[in-house]
Each structure stands twice: as structure tokens, then as C-alpha cells.
């Protein structure tokens, strides 16, 4: 058992010792306790598998002088007991997430429009999080009592209130992190470290830092599928202007993870049903996509299903078929009401409905009828 006093000490201690080397003296403290597996970092290079909208913007007016020397000596790290958790984001993560919040006070519709189209000012950067699926963390905006960047708390894509300034909030983070891997119990300690490493799984939902295929840049959407082998487990084409899946992506057999985000989809084809071992569906940010092909009933092995940003105003019944589905992501479609295939999804575990114009009621009724699911709404 790491000592309390102990940990509150070093996470305190300031005068002529940096804020990174308190880190570092943290993540020492980590290692010991739990292994090497509590603690680490991302590359800088890390990039994600798809940008929520294609105007990027510059995060440097937000970033205040002491997080930069914090990350300059650093880098980009991460803690984890496996219950508690904290991890920088690196550039690109972070102009991601950044993408994917809210506004305090401005309705989303607004919000997506000015993004889409490259005239929004931002006005937060996401830095650190928690929670990559809810987007929960922390980021970098203006204080509401003047123009000094303070820190603030986001919960479920939202800017909800100020946390004071970065040097402040890092010492209280390490300060509570410290008190949480002195407050495991003995059961804990004694356990191995499968839940341990990496916590906002940043790196599994990155592009490969060494791209093995080079894609065509003529030949349309069949030869984009043409430049892959029929065996391949993955295909990551976020951002491709597709504009259509050929009828031939029902050949890929093998396919376990299929990443069509920003890539211009308006339908499907009924071929998709046919990959019987696809786990993970990304169809995120396809605006133009309004519905799905009942052949998704098929898909018995999926897991995943990411819809978000799309323009989906129902789903079809066929899809409460899937009896290993456990996450699904609805946030910012267009739908108005609660599709009835929902209720029949027992296996789901988490369901993200934010920014959809569902009633209330009907939210209700569906955690009502899956207990077990975590319902996430605005």
C-alpha cells in the first residue's frame, strides 16, 4: 500500500521543482504500485482515424504558456489505477475532440452548421480527458471574468464550469490521483494489470502510423476497394470521398473493422449484410446518409456501430436483431423519435443520444426497458 502522506506530499511539493517533475515523481509512485502498465504516453504523431469536420482550426490562442512547457517537457502522458484515470491529448486528438464539443449556451444545429461550412471561431480546446466516448475532460478557454485562459470541466461534450488556471488544476489532479492509488484496497493491489495500460484507447482508434497501401487517386470508390486484398481484417477509408460503397465490399469476408467516416456516403449497398465477422462499423459524419439497409440484421457479429453526425432519421427494425451489439452511437442524427427496434437491444451497454430532439419521455421509457445500458442524452 502506497503511503497517503506520502503521495499528497510529492503531488504538493512546488518551489524549485517543475510541475513535470511532480509528474514524473507521480507516475514513479504509479509504477511501483501497479506496475509499469499505470502509466505512459502517446505520440505526438498520433493521428485520428477521422476528423469530426474538415476545417481543422489553430488551438495556439488557447493554450496557455505553462501547459505548453508542461507538454514540451513531457510530451503527451497518461495515468491510470483502472478505475481513475487522466491522459493529455496530442495535437490532432485534440483538435478532434475539440470538434466534437458543444458550446455553453448555443444549440447544435448552429454549432455543426458554422463547423461544417469553416466559419465557426472556436472558443475551447479540448487538452485532457477521462472519456473519449463521451467526450469527457477537461479544456482551455477564456474565464468568464476576463480574457486570462483558465481550465474547464467538460462533461458529456459541454463546457460546464471554470476550474481555474492550469498550474492550479494540475496540482489538484495529481493530488487526487495520488490519493486514489493510496485509497485501492488490498484486493486491488493484488490483482494483475489486464485492466491497466493505455486508458482512452487513443491508439486503437488512430491510423496506423505507417501506411501500408497507397490508395489511388483515380478509379472511384470500386478502386479504392480494388488496392485492398479480399483478406484484409481492416479497412480504414475515413475521409475518402466515396460518395457511394461499391457492392463489392461484400467480398471482404475476413472484414472485422470497417472505418467509413467523412467519406460523402449517401445509401449503402444490401451487400454489406454479407460480412458475417465485422465487429466495428464507423459511418460516422456522413450527413447525406439517411437510412440503412435492413441487410444490417445480418451483421451478427457486430459490437460497434458508430452513426453519429449522420443524417439517419430512422433505423430499421431489422437492427434489433443484433445480439452482440453493445455500443451504439446516435448522437447529432436526425432522428425524432425512438426507433422501436431500441427496445428490443437488450445487449446493449451504452447508447449515446446526445444532441437529438427525442423526447424526454420516450428517453425514459427506453432506460426503462434496458436497464443495463447506459443512456446518454442532453
Known sequence: MVAKKAVKKAARKSGDTSRAKEWKRLEKQFSNALGKASMGG???ELEPRGMSFEHAFDPSPLLPPDYLQFVKELGYRWITTGETALGFLPPRWMLNLSQQMGEPGRKWE????????????????MFASRDINDVNGYCFGKSEDGDALVVWNVEDSLPESELGPFST?????????????????????????????????LEGESLEMAVAVKLPKKGGAEGVLAAFSRTEK??????????????????????????LGSTGL???????GRLGKLKRLDLSFNRELRSLPPEVGQL?????????????TSLPEELGRLERLTFLDLQATELKSLPACLFQMKSLKTLDLYWTPIPPE???????ALPDCKVGTL
Open 300 to 312: 451478427q457479429a457486430l459490437e460497434s456501430l458508430n452513426l453519429k453526425n449522420t443524417g439517419l
Open 110 to 125: 448552429a454549432v455543426r452548421a458554422e463547423r461544417e461550412a469553416g466559419t465557426h471561431t472556436y472558443r475551447f480546446v
Open 169 to 201: 488544476w494540475l496540482e489538484q489532479e495529481m493530488q487526487a490521483l495520488g490519493e486514489a492509488l493510496s485509497e485501492l484496497d488490498e484486493e486491488r493491489e493484488d490483482a494483475d494489470d489486464e485492466e491497466l495500460g493505455e486508458p482512452l484507447g
Open 362 to 368: 420516450e428517453i425514459e421509457r427506453l432506460r426503462q
Open 234 to 259: 481492416e479497412l480504414t477509408l475515413n475521409g475518402r470521398k466515396l460518395g457511394t460503397l461499391p457492392a463489392s465490399i461484400g467480398e471482404f469476408s475476413e472484414l472485422e473493422r470497417l472505418w
Open 266 to 272: 449517401k445509401q449503402l449497398p444490401g451487400e454489406l
Open 42 to 44: 502517446y505520440p505526438a
